[in-house]
């Protein structure tokens, strides 16, 4: 079990982020154990199909056995959305100490054995994880992106509704949150973590299975965690509805319609109707001035629903 002890002022300075870097890195664990997370096998059939058989025994080397993965290789981002590159020059300035350190803790096999081993193999994963990044994953990130923000946006109303307790209830069953205490059961380390004044960074992540802190108890707190809404990514869109709704609101008006039974964000319905952001505004201003639509803000989100009178024009 892993623990972080946060305080009044950690709480007010607990912050979430969007890591490209860390999404890549957490990715590997589905290369290497395609039975990990199912839902996954669309993506990494793709992936692999276009990826360099040696590229992907090297990176796939890089998962420990308990398929924990060394936290040098995704550095805590200093900013809310940090681009890629930027993050893996950081790793590229990993010391070769710190590089045989992270492995050890993370129990990954054949751990270079000394520095100038650890500078090799640090310069050849990064080498490697751009490629990597630019076959399988920056393709499909703004879908990803559209995932996580949305999830946020959740996140945050469970904030504001019931504090840090309703916060960290159902991110997953691993998670429990007891007198300033936030504990993450079945890791490999065992040890306890006192924020002092460092906040705490929530990273929602798609290839997340569960709770992933760092690894090792030097780093200060931080936490990938599983993003809602993931089960949906890799499906196609749904198929242009045939209804007499259709008919008289266009197909992505009714679409929009009919998925708004609960409270949304433009860039979940934009992730859902695999349509631009801005296109999915233009439709909800139509649909809110005709009265069938509700919009209210949460934070930077406008949320949507169906209104009464949507209500009554989905079912007929």
């Known amino acids: 079990m892993i623990s972080f002890g946060l305080g009044v002022e950690d709480l007010a300075d607990t912050r979430f982020a969007l890591s490209p870097l860390d999404e890549t890195v957490l990715s590997l664990r589905v290369l290497r154990e395609p039975g990990l997370q199912t839902l996954h096998l669309p993506w990494r059939r793709s992936a692999l199909a276009r990826l360099d058989p040696r590229d992907v025994r090297l990176l796939t080397s890089l998962v420990g056995t308990r398929l924990a993965v060394p936290d040098f290789l995704a550095p805590r981002p200093e900013v809310f959305a940090p681009v890629f590159e930027e993050q893996l020059s950081l790793v590229r300035r990993t010391p070769p100490g710190r590089v045989r350190r992270d492995m050890d803790a993370a129990l990954v096999r054949n751990a270079p ?5 650890a500078a090799r193999l640090r310069d050849e994963a990064c080498d490697v994880l751009r490629r990597y990044w630019r076959t399988a994953l920056e393709p499909v990130w703004p879908q990803m992106r559209l995932v996580l923000e949305a999830d946020m946006t959740y996140r945050a109303r469970q904030l504001a509704v019931g504090g840090a307790r309703l916060l960290f209830a159902d991110m997953h069953p691993n998670l429990r949150w007891r007198d300033g205490v936030l504990y993450i059961d079945k890791m490999i380390g065992h040890h306890h973590v006192p924020a002092s004044g460092r906040g705490l960074l929530l990273m929602p992540a798609v290839f997340a299975h569960k709770p992933a802190p760092p690894v090792h108890p030097d780093e200060p707190p931080s936490l990938s965690y599983p993003s ?6 890799w499906t196609p869109p749904p198929a242009p509805d045939t209804t007499a709704l259709t008919s008289l609101l266009g197909a992505r008006r009714a679409a929009l319609i009919d998925v708004l039974g609960e409270p949304l964000p433009t860039v979940e319905l934009a992730r859902r109707l695999n349509v631009t952001p801005s296109a999915v505004s233009q439709h909800l201003r139509v649909l809110h001035a005709a009265g069938l639509l509700t919009r209210a803000r949460d934070g930077r989100h406008v949320l949507y629903r169906r209104s009464p009178l ?7």
């Open 113 to 117: 054995p000394d520095d100038d081993a």
């Open 228 to 233: 809602r809404g993931v089960a949906t990514l």
């Open 310 to 316: 949507g209500d009554r024009l989905l079912r007929g």
